[in-house]
Nanobody, 126 residues
Framework: QVQLVESGGGSVQAGGSLELTCKAS??????????KAWWRQAPGRNRELVATMGSDGTTTYADFAKGRFVISQDNAKDTLDLQMHDLNPEDTAMYYC???????????????????WGQGTQVTVS
């Protein structure tokens, strides 16, 4: 059974930083067939893609995340991390980790395509 568990959310003032972690069980995030992503959803808004990491290590970022967020993987801990810097109130949302069987640099642009999801971790910026 695959389980993804996010942690690291919290409340931070504008300009601050947070690091989110997604811990997996039942699936190897570092495997050659696992594509990963961070998504977020603010109240009343659609879930939006934040950043992705392909099974080959290729990363992509939403425009709002470029230059401020960094997606990375810790193979030893089998975690997917998201470092977030220079946060602003528009970054307030529930942040989710997602994964699926995807090869190379492939990722899903639609949240409904991802097979595995975590429960989310709340980020609040004031």
């Amino acid at each position: 059974q695959v389980q993804l568990v996010e942690s690291g959310g919290g409340s931070v003032q504008a300009g601050g930083s947070l690091e989110l972690t997604c811990k997996a069980s039942g699936v190897g995030l570092g495997s050659s067939s696992c594509g990963k992503a961070w998504w977020r959803q603010a109240p009343g808004r659609n879930r939006e893609l934040v950043a992705t990491m392909g099974s080959d290590g290729t990363t992509t970022y939403a425009d709002f995340a470029k230059g401020r967020f960094v997606i990375s993987q810790d193979n030893a801990k089998d975690t997917l991390d998201l470092q977030m810097h220079d946060l602003n109130p528009e970054d307030t949302a529930m942040y989710y980790c997602a994964a699926d069987r995807l090869a190379g640099s492939w990722f899903w642009a639609s949240p409904s395509k991802y097979r595995y999801w975590g429960q989310g971790t709340q980020v609040t910026v004031s």
